[in-house]
């Protein structure tokens, strides 16, 4: 059941065309309901299409440079992690693992939800891993990382609207445990994949989060993202 739903979802990518167009900007003030729709997936390879999109998206996103986060992110302030958010029976981290990885190994009796095994082939650096759950070796990576989200307006939020974020599909990621740690929380102005084959498709994917959830950028984030997506 759950491999035919992770092609279905891969399906959509292919046919979505201009892939950040095809996402939806939470409905309310922060604070507010969410939607999270179940086909939320990582964005596929950028085009020139998603990149003028992007760049649309780049000029409309607020930038604020003045601090006023308050100096007190704690990952607790981001509910529950890997909640149920969209009541599928599994939570967002084994959704992830059997979204990515191919050749899945499901726990008996957890109908199809509990990830055992699989291999991912990760974006960030085009090498291939091998998932056991016992050993781990891959992590679910928040492309906008849940301190930055923090500092660019998420600190406002209530816990119920920072628990959607926290585990909205389309801000996770499975990739290296190794890669992930080393990425830490840093913005796209920081840290970019090591694969240059995905940079485009992961500025595309940070546009598309901080328009989604409407997280302001700094000037100098902007200026990162402008120049990236002028070269895609």
């Known amino acids: 059941m759950r491999q035919r739903r992770a092609a279905r979802w891969w399906a959509l990518i292919a046919v979505a065309g201009v892939v950040l167009l095809g996402y939806v900007v939470p409905r309310g003030l922060p604070g507010g309901s969410v939607g999270l729709e179940k086909s939320s997936q990582p964005a596929g390879p950028a085009t020139s299409s998603t990149s003028a999109a992007g760049s649309t998206l780049v000029d409309a996103l607020v930038v604020v440079d003045a601090g ?22 599994c939570d967002q981290r084994n959704d992830v693992l059997a979204r990515d990885l191919v050749d899945v190994e499901y726990r008996s009796g957890t109908h199809d939800c509990v990830v055992e095994s699989g291999t991912l082939t990760d974006p960030y650096t085009g090498e291939l891993v091998t998932f056991e759950k016992v050993a781990g070796g891959i992590d679910i990576d928040h492309v906008v990382p849940l301190a930055a989200a923090w500092r660019a307006g998420a600190w406002s939020w209530a816990e119920q609207h920072r628990t959607e974020f926290a585990n909205d599909l389309a801000n996770l990621q499975a990739t290296s445990s190794s890669l992930n740690r080393s990425k830490g929380d840093q913005g796209i102005d920081e840290w970019l994949p090591p694969d240059p084959a995905y940079t485009c498709t992961y500025a595309a994917r940070w546009v598309q989060i901080k328009t989604r959830w409407a997280l302001s950028v700094t000037t100098h984030e902007k200026a990162s993202l402008e120049q990236l997506l002028a070269r895609c």
């Open 68 to 89: 006023t986060a308050p100096d007190s992110y704690e990952r607790d302030q981001f509910g529950q992690r890997w909640a149920d958010v969209d009541r599928d029976g």
